[in-house]
Nanobody, 121 residues
């Protein structure tokens, strides 16, 4: 059983910063990719930032230069540092991870429960 537990989020004024953290626990053989997605009301879930086990990163154009993703492979943790937040960043943010539970299993994507980020103008 794999679980992703998120922390962080909340309410912040425009221009402020927040940090989101997510830790994967349970039966984990390998942790191939971790990332953060956002979903605003009435909109589809979208990738915000992703990071591979080797540290390669990718970002949505809208957050480049403002958000930074990092991970600790030993702790199966991924962190999203968000700076210069804007009202349009308001959304529920979900942690995601592509994991192999055992040596012979196929990779599978797991999701956290989501954490609300609200940016006031």
């Amino acid at each position: 059983q794999v679980q992703l537990v998120e922390s962080g989020g909340g309410l912040v004024q425009a221009g402020g910063s927040l940090k989101l953290s997510c830790t994967a626990s349970g039966s984990i053989f390998s942790n191939d990719h971790m990332g953060w997605y956002s979903q605003a009301p009435g909109k589809p879930r979208e990738l915000v930032a992703g990071i591979t086990r080797g540290g390669s990163t990718n970002y949505a154009d809208s957050v480049k230069g403002r958000f930074t993703i990092s991970r600790d492979n030993a702790k199966n943790t991924v962190v999203l540092q968000m700076s210069n937040l804007q009202p349009e960043d308001t959304a529920v943010y979900y942690c995601a991870a592509v994991l192999r539970a055992t040596v012979g299993s196929n990779p599978r994507q797991y999701w956290g429960q989501g954490t609300q980020v609200t940016v006031s103008s």
